[in-house]
């Protein structure tokens, strides 16, 4: 299970918000890589994760985006603890 902080004002960035003009929330890269890299390499799904948490303006570490590309891998659950913060 990964953890990550974002701030109040950009959980938009991480989740899918319909009232937000947010156009690149992580949330929808993830299952998008979810739904097609199935099967393929950790290697080839990281640096995808790198590029839409980039996008995104999130601080996922290196350990945090393979753990999740294993799971995109396998097809198995992933966890995120979320801590949202005032600032």
């Known amino acids: 299970m990964g953890e990550i902080t ?7 960035h991480l989740l899918h918000d319909p009232a937000s003009t947010y156009g690149a929330p992580y949330q929808r ?12 390499p950790v290697t080839e799904i990281v640096p ?6 980039d996008a995104a303006l999130l601080g996922f570490t290196g350990a945090d985006l393979a753990e999740q590309a294993e799971a995109i891998r396998t097809g ?12």
């Not at 890269?29 to 393929?40: C, I, K, N, T």
């Not at 995808?48 to 948490?53: P, W």
């Open 48 to 53: 995808l994760l790198r590029a839409a948490a």
């Open 76 to 87: 198995a659950r992933y966890e995120l603890r979320v801590r949202v913060t005032s600032s």
């Open 6 to 12: 974002v701030s109040a004002q950009h959980l938009n």
């Open 29 to 40: 890269a993830y299952a998008d890589l979810a739904a097609s890299h199935r099967g393929r």
